[in-house]
């Protein structure tokens, strides 16, 4: 409630009159005066708590860190975390101070934006790098992530400017790796390579006639029954001959060691290669004898070397997931393959045998079958034809560089040429028109190459590599004037697809039609709906829910044994919160869709998961949830469960905080230092309400607590890989449960106390459960809301959202709220305002 006109009047002359120690001419008087009365007794020179001596802090907000320093401070008091107690400052008194410090802040911080603009310069960041130079250089397979460094993060996201430094170590890392992507693109023979087709049959199938995990794992059939039962390897001198009547029968999954492929099918040259192979879905009964398959199973190839040396290889699925039907059929995809090469099987959710628990028997243990048998698939015959030659000779990734030239890279006046090829690149690769004072440094180092006797094509790969290497290829510029539209393609196009604008970008760039609001709507739905967007999904999760740490903890195998190497299970709960993340922008859902949502994208092994009715095959399907359901929203997805777990226990702090930073972007402050972290009772003898009790004991740590660990409370339904659960697990007390798992390892744990999902949310609202938990969460859309434009603002600017852009962003929100903050619309009215487009919006729609 805002004060009366009356007694803030009092109340200003009353702090006008006061005394002050503070610098009174610097800070606005109403703050000055509260500053004083409420915060100086600990924030002054000799006490000094939090490191903050108010009595010498200047108010200069010229300076960048002493800007910062007071936005802490404003930002505090706003979220009444200063004081530490609520009632040493009333509410009006609190407004007022806030407001004091608002308005100079805001207008000190917008000053700063119009004269530099948002944030500086941007580098690419490596995927971006990396995208640019597979769309620019027609290499879709394109991989030279590994030679460069890692970016740092900063506010869940890999494209903050401040973030992103270069240092002489990164920029050779960077020439390293322009030096592959050159080569990959050239070639050097008149004619591609020529198309080979291999066909393997019967026991040419498989590289090896046995694998660990004993015969269960793979034998050959004759009418679907075992045969050659007895042999690990083919006699000495037999040379495996096509025979239509034999299968190859597998019922593992890829695990250490492993390594099955067809025999002697391998790529001679690095492309793609057709594969095509007959086979069915079946189930292992006793005695090797195969049914009919009662179910699909799915599997991928994996690109490899052909060898046993698992752990040192780079093993990459490729050709996506195909699920194996119970009827025979004949099966076709394209894969990937670098020369020598070859593709393993991979199928996925099978057993995967280990060695023994202890390592000293060498004994790999095929776990017992389930209720009607092993499923499984056996091969009849595979074909793999390639490399697929391209369109044209020389292709086009050769032509980006040379053009029409031919493979010789030879010419009458190589300096003619190389000056016309020279500005040809540069204009492809180039992002905006380039003067000719910018082209003239990397023509004279061409000039100097060929001057020194190197070939026209090194001269020119010098040159190239210079400028896929600059600050004019490297980097993203601030949009600062209005005539300037190639800034805004760039934003836009790295935004959403993580490359470089397109064709149809740059002619409207060119057009200067990309400041038309109509014409920007249209771009961004454009691009939206297009296959590139899944870049900007798969990148944006990655950053902003962590996405790419999914397999980082392992289940603890003694507590959670059904999931123990369960690559499938993971691999589909990435899938499914991508998938939700892009129909929320697609379908254009409201931004309570993070919490609540009455669908989930689930697929055979994730219906299962989830408890709910039979989903078959391997791709995504969306599917109502019942009322009943505690799944729906990212907040219950398997993915975000187990991301906010550590694969052992599911601590409420450590899921809490998550929740809340993450999902609801109220991140609580770290910890004071010192302070242990709540270890989980695996025996089962404590509840983790009971460990949480005697951590936060202490009014300092309640404090905080209170805001996050309700959150995760709420959660404790949910188990390490967000399987509904209504009891603990634990390895001493409780009823016992005891078997063998997929890995062929004996198990066993216990049943202990039963979960207490209810709590009480720092505001004093109380929960029963996950659903009570849902509506509190739900109601706070403008929150929600609110995040997903910060972090959006982020990714697509490079810089944070600054204290002058908070009244805009709070206008965005103004503008989507009364239609429940749709998310699709969230983007669009970011796209349209002047943090996306530049100080220079605001005269422009005037």
């Known amino acids: 409630m805002y004060p009366t006109k009356q007694s803030t009047l009092s109340l200003l002359i009353g702090l006008l009159l006061a005394t002050s120690v503070l610098h009174a001419d610097e800070i606005p008087a109403p703050a000055a005066a509260l500053l004083e009365r409420n915060c100086v007794g600990c924030h002054d020179g000799s006490s000094k708590k939090g490191n903050l001596d108010l009595t010498s802090l200047a108010f200069d907000l010229e300076d960048h860190a002493t800007q910062?320093?007071?936005?802490?401070?404003?930002?505090?008091?706003?979220?009444?975390?200063?004081?530490?107690?609520?009632?040493?400052?009333?509410?009006?008194?609190r407004a007022l101070m806030v407001t004091a410090l608002r308005r100079p802040l805001a207008a000190a911080d917008r000053a700063k934006i119009a004269t530099s603009g948002r944030g500086p310069m941007r580098r690419l960041n490596r995927i971006e790098f990396q995208q640019n130079l597979r769309d620019l250089l027609h290499l879709p397979h394109l991989d030279i992530l590994d030679r460069l460094p890692h970016d740092r993060q900063s506010h869940h996201c890999d494209k903050v400017s401040s973030s992103l430094d270069m240092s002489r170590l990164q920029l050779m890392a960077y020439l390293d790796a322009v030096e592959i992507a050159l080569s990959s693109a050239i070639v050097s023979t008149k004619d591609p390579p020529p198309v080979e087709k291999l066909r393997v049959e019967g026991k040419q199938l498989a590289s090896k006639w046995y694998l660990a995990g004993g015969r269960e794992s793979l034998f050959f059939t004759r009418d679907s029954k075992g045969i050659d039962l007895d042999l690990r390897s083919p006699p000495k001198g037999q040379t495996n001959e096509p025979d239509p009547s034999v299968e190859l029968a597998l019922f593992r999954s890829p695990?250490?060691?492993?390594?099955?492929?067809?025999?002697?099918?391998?790529?001679?040259?690095?492309?793609?290669?057709?594969v095509r192979f007959s086979a069915r879905s079946v189930v292992q009964l006793k005695d090797f004898v195969l049914q009919t398959g009662t179910r699909s199973v799915p599997m991928t190839f994996r690109a490899r070397k052909p060898t046993n040396h698992d752990i040192a290889e780079n093993v990459r699925p490729t050709g996506g997931i195909i699920d194996i039907l119970p009827e025979q059929r004949v099966y076709e995809t394209v894969?990937?393959?670098?020369?020598?090469?070859?593709?393993?099987?991979?199928?996925?959710?099978?057993?995967?045998?280990?060695?023994?628990?202890?390592?000293?028997?060498?004994?790999?243990?095929?776990?017992?079958?389930?209720e009607g048998g092993q499923p499984g698939v056996a091969f009849r015959w595979l074909e793999m034809e390639g490399p697929l030659s391209p369109e044209t000779w020389p292709p086009a990734s050769h032509r980006v560089l040379f053009d029409d030239i031919g493979v010789e890279v030879k010419s009458d006046d190589p300096q003619a040429e190389a000056?016309?090829?020279?500005?040809?690149?540069?204009?492809?690769?180039?992002?905006?028109?380039?003067?000719?004072?910018?082209?003239?440094?990397?023509?004279?180092?061409?000039?100097?190459?060929?001057?020194?006797?190197?070939?026209?094509?090194e001269a020119l790969q010098s040159g190239y590599q210079a400028f896929l290497c600059s600050n004019l290829f490297l980097y993203l510029r601030e949009p600062m004037t209005s005539d300037n539209h190639f800034t805004i393609a760039n934003r836009l196009s790295h935004f959403l697809t993580n490359s470089r604008p397109d064709a149809e970008l740059i002619m409207l760039a060119q057009d200067q039609k990309l400041r038309d609001p109509s014409t920007l709507r249209a771009q961004t739905q454009r691009l939206i709906a297009g296959d590139s967007f899944d870049h900007f999904v798969r990148h944006f999760t990655n950053s902003w829910l962590n996405l790419s740490e999914l397999r980082r903890d392992d289940p603890n195998v003694r507590l959670y044994p059904e999931y123990r190497l369960d690559d499938y299970l993971v691999e589909s709960m990435g899938r499914e919160t991508r998938a939700f993340f892009a129909t929320?922008?697609?379908?254009?859902?409201?931004?309570?869709?993070?919490?609540?949502?009455?669908?989930?994208?689930?697929?055979?092994?994730?219906?299962?998961h989830y408890g709910l009715h039979e989903v078959k095959g391997s791709n995504l399907q969306r599917v109502d949830l019942p009322r009943s359901s505690p799944y729906g929203g990212l907040l219950t997805q398997a993915s975000v469960l187990k991301l906010s777990a550590d694969g052992t226990s599911t601590s409420p702090v450590l899921r809490g905080v998550w929740i809340m930073d993450r999902l609801i972007g109220q991140p609580p402050p770290p910890p004071p230092p010192g302070i242990p972290a709540v270890e989980p009772d695996i025996r089962g003898a404590q509840t983790i309400r009971e460990l949480i009790a005697k951590h936060t004991a202490s009014k300092t740590c309640a404090g905080c607590h209170a805001k996050f660990d309700p959150v995760g409370l709420a959660l404790e339904n949910f188990d390490v890989f967000g399987a509904w659960r209504a009891h603990y697990r634990g390895l001493e007390t409780g009823g016992r449960v005891s078997g063998i798992d997929r890995a062929g390892h004996d198990f066993s744990y216990?049943?202990?106390?039963?979960?207490?999902?209810?709590?009480?949310?720092?505001?004093?609202?109380?929960?029963?459960?996950?659903?009570?938990?849902?509506?509190?969460?739900?109601?706070?859309?403008?929150?929600?809301?609110?995040?997903?434009?910060n972090q959006f603002t982020v990714y697509a600017t490079g810089t944070p959202v600054r204290f002058g852009d908070r009244a805009e962003i709070e206008s965005i929100l103004d503008a989507c709220g009364n239609n429940d903050y749709l998310v699709r619309d969230l983007m669009m009215a970011l796209i349209n305002s002047r943090i996306f487009l530049g100080t220079s919006q605001g005269m422009v729609n005037q």
Do not use: C
């Open 335 to 370: 894969v990937y393959l670098q020369k020598g090469q070859t593709i393993e099987y991979g199928l996925l959710g099978l057993p995967s045998p280990q060695i023994d628990a202890l390592g000293k028997t060498g004994y790999y243990r095929y776990p017992p079958f389930p």
């Open 419 to 457: 000056k016309r090829l020279l500005r040809r690149f540069i204009e492809l690769a180039a992002r905006e028109p380039m003067p000719e004072e910018a082209i003239t440094p990397f023509e004279e180092l061409i000039l100097g190459e060929l001057n020194s006797g190197e070939t026209l094509a």
């Open 584 to 608: 929320m922008i697609r379908d254009n859902l409201p931004a309570h869709s993070l919490i609540d949502a009455d669908f989930a994208f689930v697929n055979d092994r994730l219906a299962r």
């Open 255 to 274: 695990g250490w060691p492993y390594a099955l492929w067809p025999d002697k099918v391998i790529a001679h040259t690095s492309g793609e290669y057709r």
């Open 68 to 93: 910062d320093r007071w936005i802490q401070i404003h930002d505090r008091i706003m979220k009444g975390e200063m004081p530490p107690k609520p009632n040493d400052l009333p509410e009006s008194e």
């Open 750 to 789: 216990t049943i202990a106390s039963k979960v207490d999902a209810s709590g009480r949310l720092a505001d004093g609202r109380r929960f029963d459960n996950i659903h009570d938990l849902k509506a509190l969460l739900r109601g706070d859309s403008r929150q929600l809301a609110r995040n997903l434009l």
